[in-house]
């Protein structure tokens, strides 16, 4: 899950597999392979910083309630 902006979702699949569906499927891509992913990487700080204190991790949950993309769906109706 994205900590820093829930509306987006990261998924932990190697590039060579996305890269084979696409192949198979017949879709040509371009590939940025040093992408900045300034988010991703500010999310693995969080979760190492919440597994090294479960205190702050704690803090953290309460503060940062689940996001449910349901709920915006009905506000933007």
Do not use: C, H
């Not at 820093?4 to 998924?11: D, H, I």
């Not at 910083?49 to 205190?55: G, R, V, Y």
């Amino acid at each position: 899950m994205n900590k820093v902006n829930p509306r987006k979702e990261f998924f932990r699949v190697p590039v060579a597999i996305i890269k084979g569906e696409l192949k198979y499927l017949g879709i040509t891509a371009q590939w940025t392979m040093a992408a900045e992913a300034a988010e991703y990487r500010e999310t693995l700080a969080i979760e190492r910083a919440l597994k090294e204190d479960p205190t702050e991790g704690q803090r953290w949950l309460e503060s940062n309630p689940p996001y449910d993309s349901r709920e915006s769906f009905l506000k933007e109706e």
